[in-house]
């Protein structure tokens, strides 16, 4: 079973940026299409960036040109570049597979505010 664990959010002022990474254990992680997901109080869970194992990358329209995903397959590991950060960025962030049928992390929470 892969387990996923998140780190690297925190609080930051609008404008700010972060670096967001996502450790996965197993040894098939390098064939997964891996992705970002976030969920803001009171809101469901969205996704917000996916990477496949060719390194090709998507993203949400309200994350474009802010979000950058990348993964380092030799480290079991992918991370999320957040840049420009407003208060509506404000979530728990969580890695998975898309679809997101692994089971989830603890996630790792960004919170923007002045």
């Known amino acids: 079973q892969v387990q996923l664990v998140e780190s690297g959010g925190g609080l930051v002022q609008p404008g700010g940026s972060l670096r967001l990474s996502c450790a996965a254990s197993?040894?098939?992680?390098?064939?997964?299409?891996m992705a970002w997901y976030r969920q803001a109080p009171g809101k469901q869970r969205e996704l917000v960036a996916h990477?496949?194992?060719?390194?090709?990358?998507n993203y949400a329209d309200s994350v474009k040109g802010r979000f950058t995903i990348s993964r380092d397959n030799a480290k079991n590991t992918v991370y999320l570049q957040i840049n420009s950060l407003t208060p509506e960025d404000t979530a728990v962030y969580y890695c998975?597979?898309?679809?997101?049928?692994?089971?989830w992390g603890q996630g790792t929470q960004v919170t923007v505010s002045s």
């Open positions: 998975n597979i898309v679809p997101p049928i692994l089971g």
């Open positions: 197993g040894s098939i992680f390098s064939i997964y299409t």
């Open positions: 990477i496949n194992s060719g390194g090709r990358t």
